[in-house]
């Protein structure tokens, strides 16, 4: 049986279209239709955590619609923290990384106070478009590309449990999903995977 660990972005992001559906909604409801008899075959099982399959549902207006929907098909469950072993030189990779992204956000937030000082008269509404822009460049230099939540880190922990696909469009997700020696698809790949199985369930 094949397991794949959903991330978010499966279900919302329209950048990576996947061809089940224009929104959102479309997406949930095309997944449950499509997969409900593989999974019902246990011929693949979806899983989420619990932390991520809340992130998933709060981006819906009916969330407890969309809850019950994708708890047909997706199961939700925690990588076992105590049993897991890891090793050592991910931790110093990850506290170097986490170093670097904090010197670059401080000499982000540096850059932006010298420009409002270097700016005699401040325009009207200045403070939003400075606070704006702060946010903008720190999130750039401190949480893309890198594994930045512990929503993440869960998922990841879940797929090398499990020995199953990391499913995201997720750049720095998939990064340390690599480093952490878990398999890993892009939304549409695990489609195009997943068609021989229903050609077979017909």
Known sequence: METFIIDTNFF????????????????????????????????VQFLSTPESFRE???FFDDEQEVSKNLQ?????????????????????????????RLYKGM?????????????????EQAE???VKKLRSQ??????????????????????????GYVVSSDKGLLAWARKFGCKELFPEHMLTKLDPYLSKSK
């Open 128 to 130: 939003e478009v400075y």
């Open 12 to 43: 919302i992001n329209q950048q990576r279209p996947t061809g089940l559906g224009s929104t959102k909604e479309d997406v949930v409801r095309s997944f449950v239709q499509r997969y409900t008899p593989l999974v019902a075959s246990r011929t």
């Open 72 to 100: 047909s098909v997706i199961s939700i469950q925690s990588p076992s923290l105590t049993t897991l072993t890891l090793s050592a030189t991910l931790f110093h990779e990850l506290v170097g990384e986490i170093n670097k």
């Open 56 to 58: 998933i549902v709060a």
């Open 138 to 163: 720190y999130r750039q230099a401190t949480r893309e590309g890198f594994l930045d939540s512990i929503i993440d880190l869960g998922l990841i922990l879940l797929a090398r449990e499990t020995q």
């Open 107 to 123: 000499r982000v937030t540096e850059e932006i106070i010298k420009e409002i000082v270097k700016t005699p008269q401040l325009p």
